[in-house]
């Protein structure tokens, strides 16, 4: 079994253990040995799907401002943990790689194992949700042939996607590649580099 295949098996697992309840306020419950990267994984999907289901709620035009406000913050919050543990990803992939002998013409790609993983998450929940409104049965024929015509296409780039990142990890194992961990260092949740929480005129 590939990466992404042992990969995508632990998202569709998240997935489905999310909607068994549906509810961004269900805790998690990680089933795999803490620090191994399906540990990793299965969080990252978990982080990922309750964050999809976040932006649903936001988007209510009901919605009360004070609770999306609080969703809203939340959501950075999200996004902060998302960051974090895929630069812990590829903290993962160093250290499993930090002995492989670079070839004299290898290359760095133009994104780390990690942040391809990260599109590769999210691109589960795509295709889950896209399934589900190809499998209404309170819409019209119409909406349904337009989802299955955006499911076929996201599928597809699943195919591509997880070719790609397999492609890209034997590179790295084999030394035909090399990968470089820029941390993120986003300014807006640093109260030291944000002008409107440190106070800046």
């Known amino acids: 079994m590939t990466f992404t295949q042992k990969s995508w098996q632990i998202f569709e697992q998240s997935i489905a253990d999310y909607h068994k309840h549906d509810d961004v306020d269900t805790p998690i419950a990680n089933p795999y040995q803490p620090k191994t990267i ?12 309750v964050q999809w289901h976040l932006e649903d709620i936001i988007r ?9 406000l609080k969703i809203k913050r939340r959501i950075d919050h999200s996004n902060q943990e998302r960051t974090d543990l895929v630069e812990l990803i590829d903290s993962f992939f160093l250290e499993k790689y930090q002995n492989v002998k670079k070839a004299d013409n290898a290359t760095i790609n133009t994104e780390s194992p990690a ?27 119409e909406h349904k042939n337009q989802c299955q015509t955006k499911l076929n296409v996201l599928l597809e780039q699943k195919k591509d996607l997880g070719t790609a990142i397999d492609q890209l990890l034997t590179d790295i194992e084999t030394g ?4 470089k961990v820029y941390k993120q ?4 949740n640093d109260p030291n580099l944000n002008p409107v929480l440190y106070g800046a005129k």
């Open 185 to 188: 260092m986003k300014m807006y």
């Open 60 to 68: 209510n035009p009901e919605i009360d401002p004070v609770e999306a």
């Open 115 to 141: 942040w391809a993983v990260d599109r590769y998450s999210i691109l589960a929940l795509k295709i889950y949700h896209m399934q589900e409104q190809v499998n209404r049965t309170d819409t019209t024929d």
């Open 38 to 49: 399906e540990f990793y994984l299965y969080l990252k999907n978990w982080i990922d799907t």
């Open 176 to 179: 035909k590649k090399y990968m």
